[in-house]
């Protein structure tokens, strides 16, 4: 036992981090922006358990099921670690029969995957979704869904990004003209769907090589997956494309599109849109649209710069909305090779399969569509434009001291509690020193570090004989200020006074939103 | 494949649920209140790992480590989910060479107990927890710590609760007093701490029997932990007591009980504290003070009423305060037999056990000292005492509503979405019906159904020919208020006007505050 305790290495395990200080403060506004959006949108919250049966995780990840954590086996169920927060809200769904909720969901998940720290890839890390569910009618949820992946990034700060879209449909139906049988079409998409970090040439011969179909299949896909641009001009070149027009899924999905197009300028959001019909996403379970933003300041520290000017050289986010107004090139390839920072699509089968492997014969279904943050990117990119001086992770307001020496002095620990008790009664942020006797160096160093704005001082003489206390104003600016001898009795008023005063000082907005909101 | 779906149970993992609804909008006012509380106290917030290595958790927890959840061994390290916040807080500690900090952390642990729905024992459950880690003077953070227990229950509406306490010393004290070996102090502790379900009978038996002491050892263990009252009564008692005078540890232990009663009454929160020798707690730990809040209201659903009655024959809450400031008998009894709603104490070699297990000579100690708020148990309590048809889970403002009809009749989605996205911008919780054509009637069902307050009506001819809204406030009290007709340009103005006249009609308060504050 105590050898091995030797041994002992103080980490986290693999993949995983502790959170603490500033770093903890800009992931908790970036919790509370999107909440705050989320219930904009009139979604309720729900929590589902970490872990869920083992099988009804399966089967619903595709290739990247393996990277599934199991418990292990202790007796009673096999369990696993939620690999996404989808299939959980799908399994709640089906669980409660319901035929429609909207809710979000801000919490962890897992995933075996091979850790990259500085691109925000761990095994565990938070997502914060967003979805509907219910059977509305053509791209009206999907549209707000957009909508909501715009406020939220650009809440947040983030507003040079684009979102490239596409449509299941449009892409299962390309495949279906290209000669791809349905049975393989899922991998061949998988296949596709890694144009994001490798060359045409490199996915041709995975789709050839690896997946069996011939260069003849391979090279009509090349045609497709190449086409992109704004939702106008993609659709143009799809309605005049005669393997589309002659292809009843790819048609249905390009009904969606256009109607979506609609809708998106109605809210003036489709300039963050690029139609990218080389996106694929990797998940089974999506049906209809799939998107993903993606940005340039979302690459890892090393070569960010490269890849910033890059971006700043094609567009900056202001010519970006216009050029797609104006029907210019809309081109993506400046972001390409970075990570998603936004996510989600339409799927539309998953809660009926839920249903349907219970047994039940005429299972509903109950369509869905939803976006999920990727809240790790997004608190680096954040991280990267902050002033972390400038963020306190501390919010305390008064900091309570007690002067006075000799050998009978007791440090008066008995009356710094009731003054304390009586702040915190009324809600005040407030702190001493765990230290019976102590000088007033210390006290007033401790009160710098922790923040204080105001200092409530119990002189010995004016406290024990007259009743007394001394209230003052912290920071350098208040130096010579000796603050006011006010009775004991009634002194939290005045604390609260000069509380206002210096938070009207302020400006009244916390640190983090002024650094957010570059102020 | 097709044979093992159609088996599919949906469920959540044995001792694992969802939460929705108002029971989720409960919780958070939880969460919360008590995240207000613990930033009045300075604190900051960290967050750790759900898993962490198997062997930073082992040989923490006692006989209770069996309960720990192991992860599959799937290649790499292997690893645990978490137990309880405190072990991962002091390895955070120890890790990161801290020599002080105040910390809450609000999070998820993982124990394989049986489970006991009605009790609110479930496998997966939430802790809240504060600790202070640093060298501090005897009891000044303890005695913080204390109020913070008392300050969260009484903020969350939980008045008739004591406060059971006891110090490590003191039982350790009594141990030797009887005989009790070094080395089998922990176990017989364990076996005490059953006393508050078991009678003093069965404890002996496992003492003497089960647990190889003589029946001498455990009468005068029997003498001792019978002993209960006020801070005042029983400090009176072990002055007294020969046995109690002659025991170093003892005597440590009751010194530091003297400074915290005069600090608690310094805070005034004495009148909740029965200082009860029978308290010993389960985890191996616990250095100093022990102590764990216990209320007749967290007995099961079936009992309850039968316990709730002997509580208020026993005592009321104000009674109560009245009872220890005269210092007449302090009977806990009535207490006894439910879970506590929260707990905690002083554990000061949990850090430095870290720091040595790394193979450091000499490692600091850091003292801690903390309480844990059992959230599901509060949570059963205050669902008891609401009144749920009240509490509203959405937060819904404003409708967006499309009259008209015809053929012709599009359902003007496209200008709902225009209308939404200004209400949105300006941080307005904002719905509509996702469909295109819908009635009049349907809509005002939905309007309801979602909460909101103001419903913005594009009616056909108003709206498409003089370019009008009509504003209406919503719910039977305005039936006959057909609303205001007003410029779409500027409508986002009226509508917040209307809201602010609704909230200010309302008092202001929403619905879970004020059910608290019992309003």
């Given at each position: 036992m105590s050898e091995s305790k030797l041994q002992l290495t103080l980490k986290t395990a693999k993949g995983t981090k502790d959170w603490a200080d500033k770093d903890m403060v800009i992931r908790q506004h970036i919790f509370q922006t999107l909440t705050n959006i989320f219930k904009k949108h009139g979604a309720i919250t729900i929590d589902t358990p970490v872990f869920e049966l083992k099988e009804i995780l399966q089967g619903k990840y595709g290739e990247d099921s393996k990277l599934i954590y199991d418990l292990k086996d202790q007796g009673g169920e096999l369990c696993s670690l939620r690999y996404d927060l989808t299939v959980p809200f799908a399994r709640f769904v089906a669980m409660n029969n319901l035929d429609k909720i909207k809710r979000y969901h801000i919490a962890k998940v897992y995933r075996r995957d091979q850790p990259a720290m500085t691109k925000g890839r761990m095994r565990e890390f938070y997502q914060c979704d967003f979805d509907v569910a219910g059977t509305y009618d053509a791209m009206i949820p999907d549209s707000e869904v957009m909508s909501i992946l715009v406020d939220g990034l650009t809440s947040l700060g983030i507003d040079d990004f684009k979102i490239k879209l596409n449509h299941r449909k449009i892409l299962d139906g390309i495949f279906q003209i290209a000669g791809v049988k349905d049975e393989d079409i899922r991998k061949i998409s998988s296949a596709v769907d890694?144009?994001?970090?490798?060359?045409?040439?490199?996915?041709?011969?995975?789709?050839?090589?690896?997946?069996?179909?011939s260069e003849?299949?391979?090279?009509?896909?090349?045609?497709?997956?190449?086409?992109?641009?704004?939702?106008?001009?993609v659709i143009d070149t799809l309605q005049k494309d005669e393997?589309?027009?002659?292809?009843e899924k790819a048609m249905e999905g390009l009904e969606d599109i256009k109607l979506l197009k609609d809708y998106v300028e109605s809210m003036e959001i489709d300039s963050y849109?690029?139609?990218?019909?080389?996106?694929?996403?990797?998940?089974?379970?999506y049906t209809g649209l799939i998107y993903e933003a993606v940005t340039a300041a979302s690459a890892p520290p090393k070569d960010a710069e490269e890849k910033k000017e890059q971006a700043l050289k094609a567009k900056s986010s202001k010519k970006n909305k216009k050029a797609s107004k104006t029907g210019e090139?809309?081109?993506?390839?400046?972001?390409?090779?970075?990570?998603?920072?936004?996510?989600?699509?339409?799927?539309?089968?998953?809660?009926?399969?839920?249903s349907e492997a219970t047994g039940?014969?005429?299972?509903?279904?109950?369509?869905?569509?939803?976006?999920?943050?990727?809240?790790?990117?997004?608190?680096?990119?954040?991280?990267?434009?902050?002033n972390l001086d400038k963020i306190s992770s501390v919010s305390t307001q008064v900091?309570?001291?007690?002067?006075?020496?000799?050998?009978?002095?007791?440090?008066?620990?008995?009356?710094?509690?009731?003054?304390?008790k009586k702040l915190w009664d009324k809600g005040i942020e407030a702190e001493h020193m765990y230290k019976g006797k102590v000088n007033p160096r210390k006290q007033f160093d401790a009160a710098e570090k922790s923040g204080a704005q105001v200092a409530v001082i119990l002189g010995k003489e004016e406290y024990l004989e007259q009743g007394k206390l001394r209230i003052k104003?912290?920071?350098?600016?208040?130096?010579?200020?000796?603050?006011?001898?006010?009775?004991?009795?009634?002194?939290?008023?005045l604390v609260e006074k000069k509380l206002d005063e210096m938070k009207e000082a302020n400006g009244g907005l916390d640190e983090i939103t002024k650094l957010v909101k570059g102020i």
């Open positions: 890694k144009l994001d970090k490798a060359s045409w040439e490199d996915v041709k011969k995975e789709i050839t090589v690896e997946k069996g179909q003849a299949v391979a090279d009509v896909i090349g045609k497709y997956v190449k086409l992109k641009g704004s939702l106008g001009e393997g589309i027009l002659a292809n849109i690029s139609f990218d019909l080389s996106l694929a996403r990797g998940l089974d379970y090139e809309d081109d993506a390839s400046a972001y390409v090779g970075v990570g998603s920072i936004a996510a989600g699509g339409r799927y539309d089968n998953l809660v009926a399969m839920f039940k014969k005429s299972a509903p279904q109950i369509p869905c569509v939803g976006v999920s943050f990727g809240v790790e990117r997004i608190f680096s990119i954040i991280k990267a434009r902050s900091f309570v001291m007690a002067f006075g020496g000799g050998p009978e002095w007791n440090g008066l620990t008995k009356d710094r509690l009731r003054i304390l104003k912290l920071g350098p600016e208040y130096a010579d200020d000796d603050g006011e001898l006010v009775d004991a009795a009634d002194f939290v008023q």
